[in-house]
C-alpha cells in the first residue's frame, strides 16, 4: 500500500527561536537538528515504523488461498473391481473463497494500516513536541543561570562597596554579612539549576537514543515574546488524532464487508487418482487402467448467526469510534482555547514584568547615587535586588510559558 508520509515536524519550528547568543567556536544544536536527530534515532518511532511495515504486509496475507489439501492412502484391503484391484489413492484439494472476498481482504489489511500510519504520524509529532518541550527548557535554565550569575556578580560588587562603607564607618559589618548571605543563598540556587539542567539534557540525549552525558550545546535566547500572527484557517478537524478515528471507522467498515463475503459459500476443485493393479487372468482394453476423479465441492455457511452478531459488533463499534472521536475534537478545542488563553497571559505578565523591572533598576540606580554622600542603606539595596531578581527569574518563566503553549498550539494546528 502507498502512503504520502507528511513529516509536519517543520511546523514546531521557526518564529520561536529569537536569537543566537553563543560562544566563539562553539557550534549549537538548534531545535530543528534536535527534531530530525530524535525521529531517525528514537526507538519508540522505530516501534510504530514496524507496527506499521507489519500492517502493511497483511496486504499481501490477505491475498493468499488458504491451504491446499494433499492426500494419500494405501489400500491395505485391496477392492476388486472389474478392472482390477486398487492399490493405492492420492489426492489434492483448493478451497477458494466467493468471488469478490479476496478483495474485500485486502481493502480490509489497507484500511487497517492506513489507521497504524495514522499513529504513526501522532507519535512523530508528540514527540517532536516532546524535544520541543525539553529544547525550550533547557533554554529557559541556560536563561536563569544567566541573570543568577548576573546577580551574584552585582553582590560581589555591592560587598565590596560594603567593605570600603565598614572602613569608614558608613556601613556596619552586619551589612557586609547579609550580602554574603545573600550571595551564598544564590549560589546554592545556581548550583540546584546546574543539576536541573544537566537532567533536562539527559532527558534530550534520552529522547535521541543517545548516551545521557552526551555533550548537548542548546541555542540561547534573548528574553523577549515574539508577535505572533494566527492563522484564521485553523482547523482541528484535519488533526491526525481525529483523522485517526477516520481511519478506524473507516476499517470497520471494510470488516462489515468483508463480513458479508464471509457469510457466502466456498467452493474447491480437487482431483483423485487410484492406481489399479491388472488383472493377470484376463485381457481387455481397460485392464488395470487407473481411475482419475476431479471433484468439486461447495461449503455453505447455513447457521449464520456468527455473521449476524458479527455485523451487530461491527455497527456498534463505528457508533463507539463516533462518540470517541466527539469527545477527543472536544478536549483537543478546550485544549486549544486553554493554551491560546495562558499564551495570552504569559504574554501579559512579560509585559507588566518588564515595567517593574524597568523600575527597579530605576530605583537601585537611586540608592546607589547615595552611596557618594554615605546616605546609602545596604539593607534597602539589597531588597530591591532581590525584588529585581525575583522579576526577572518570572520574566523568564513567562518567556517558556509562551514557548510552550506556542509549541502545542501549533500542534495542534496541524493542517497537512
Same mark, same amino acid.
Not at 562553539?26 to 507496527?51: S, V, W
Not at 493554551?339 to 515595567?355: D, G, K, M, Y
Not at 531588597?383 to 501549533?410: K, N
Given at each position: ?25 562553539? *557550534? ?59 492399490? &493405492? ?6 478451497? &477458494? ?9 485486502? =481493502? ?5 494500516? %492506513? ?44 560587598? @565590596? ?8 564607618? *558608613? ?17 546554592? %540556587? ?7 539542567? *544537566? @537532567? ?18 542548546? %541555542? ?42 464471509? =457469510? ?11 492406481? +489399479? ?6 485381457? &481387455?482394453?481397460?485392464?488395470? *487402467? ?12 447455513? $447457521?449464520?448467526?456468527? $455473521? ?23 478536549? /483537543? =478545542?478546550?485544549? /486549544? &482555547? ?29 540608592? /546607589? ?26 520574566? +523568564? ?20
Amino acid at each position: 500500500m502507498k502512503s504520502n508520509k507528511p513529516s509536519g515536524i517543520s511546523l514546531f519550528c521557526g518564529a520561536v527561536i529569537i536569537a543566537l547568543i553563543l560562544s566563539p567556536g562553539l *557550534k549549537a544544536q538548534t531545535l530543528d537538528d534536535f527534531i530530525n536527530l530524535t525521529e531517525g534515532a528514537n526507538p519508540r518511532i522505530q516501534a510504530y515504523e514496524l507496527r506499521y511495515d507489519i500492517a502493511s504486509e497483511k496486504v499481501n496475507e490477505a491475498q493468499v488461498l488458504g491451504p491446499t489439501e494433499l492426500g494419500a492412502a494405501y489400500f491395505v484391503s485391496e477392492p476388486e473391481t472389474r478392472t482390477g484391484a486398487q492399490k &493405492f489413492r492420492l489426492s489434492a484439494r483448493q478451497m &477458494f473463497p466467493w468471488f469478490g472476498t479476496i478483495t474485500s481482504r485486502e =481493502n480490509y489489511a489497507e484500511a487497517m494500516a %492506513e489507521a497504524e500510519y495514522e499513529e504513526l504520524v501522532i507519535i512523530r509529532r508528540k514527540l517532536a513536541l516532546e524535544v520541543t518541550q525539553v529544547y525550550y527548557t533547557i533554554q529557559q535554565l541556560q536563561a536563569k543561570r544567566a541573570v543568577l550569575e548576573e546577580h551574584i556578580s552585582l553582590l560581589q560588587q555591592y560587598e @565590596a562597596l560594603a567593605i570600603q562603607a565598614v572602613e569608614v564607618d *558608613k556601613a556596619g559589618a552586619a551589612d557586609v554579612l547579609r550580602l554574603q548571605i545573600r550571595e551564598n543563598d544564590l549560589v546554592r %540556587e545556581l548550583e540546584i539549576l546546574k543539576e536541573k539542567l *544537566k @537532567a533536562e539534557k539527559a532527558m534530550l540525549n534520552s529522547l535521541a537514543d543517545r548516551s545521557t552525558g552526551t555533550e548537548v550545546r542548546i %541555542e540561547a535566547y534573548e528574553v523577549m515574546i515574539p508577535e505572533i500572527e494566527r492563522d484564521a484557517s485553523f482547523d482541528l478537524e484535519l488533526h491526525p488524532e481525529l483523522v485517526k478515528y477516520d481511519k478506524l471507522y473507516n476499517s470497520v467498515e471494510q470488516a462489515e464487508m468483508l463480513n458479508q463475503k464471509q =457469510n457466502t459459500p466456498n467452493f474447491g476443485i480437487g482431483l483423485d487418482y487410484i492406481n +489399479v493393479q491388472e488383472r493377470p487372468d484376463m485381457t &481387455f482394453d481397460d485392464n488395470g *487402467k487407473d481411475i482419475l476423479m476431479p471433484m468439486v465441492s461447495f461449503s455453505i455457511p447455513i $447457521f449464520n448467526e456468527k $455473521f449476524s452478531s458479527v455485523s451487530r459488533q461491527n455497527e456498534l463499534k463505528k457508533r463507539e469510534i463516533e462518540a470517541q472521536r466527539s469527545e477527543r475534537l472536544n478536549e /483537543l =478545542n478546550a485544549r /486549544l &482555547f486553554k493554551a491560546i488563553a495562558e499564551q495570552n497571559a504569559a504574554r501579559i505578565t512579560f509585559e507588566s514584568l518588564e515595567a517593574n523591572i524597568g523600575k527597579a533598576e530605576d530605583t537601585k540606580k537611586i540608592l /546607589l547615587t547615595k552611596y557618594e554622600t554615605g546616605e546609602l542603606d545596604f539593607t534597602e539595596l539589597l531588597e530591591i535586588e532581590s525584588l529585581q531578581l525575583r522579576l526577572e527569574i518570572a520574566q +523568564v518563566e513567562a518567556v517558556l510559558s509562551f514557548y510552550l503553549q506556542t509549541a502545542f498550539i501549533q500542534y495542534l494546528s496541524y493542517n497537512s
